[in-house]
């Protein structure tokens, strides 16, 4: 289409955007609004919302990293150039911190699935 290039850059914009939001919003703890933090102990709250903050945070950059992807792809007008989660996570193995960048975001994923796990048991309905 004429306009392919157009909306996957739009596309890879808006994945950035939700990555961005993703991020800030688990920066500013905003889930906790949501939850029950009322009926957790104070170590529950303090582990929950440590799990919020870093999954959240780790959950955006991924977004984030894959809309990088898709907008590189629509500049440079390459298919190729777009990317899943999957292979945007394996190249951050190609940065110059290389696998430890990808075990911080792995790391960082494991505690956004926890979180969820939390998330469900006090969640305010």
């Known amino acids: 289409l004429s306009y ?25 703890r905003s889930f906790l609004k949501q939850l029950d933090t009322g009926s957790m102990s104070h170590r529950t709250k303090q582990v929950v919302t440590a799990l919020g903050v870093v999954g959240g945070v780790a959950r955006g950059v991924v977004f984030a990293a894959a809309g990088v992807f898709v907008l590189v792809a629509a500049v440079r007008f390459d298919p190729d150039e777009a990317k899943g989660v999957d292979a945007t996570l394996r ?14 975001v792995a790391i960082g994923l494991i505690l956004f699935g926890v979180f969820s796990f939390a998330s469900a048991r006090w969640r305010r309905l």
């Open 91 to 104: 190249s951050f193995t190609q940065t110059p911190v290389g696998p430890w960048l990808l075990v911080a």
């Open 4 to 28: 392919g290039q157009v909306l996957v850059g739009a596309g890879g914009c808006l994945l950035i955007g939700i990555g961005a939001v993703l991020a800030v919003r688990a920066a500013m």
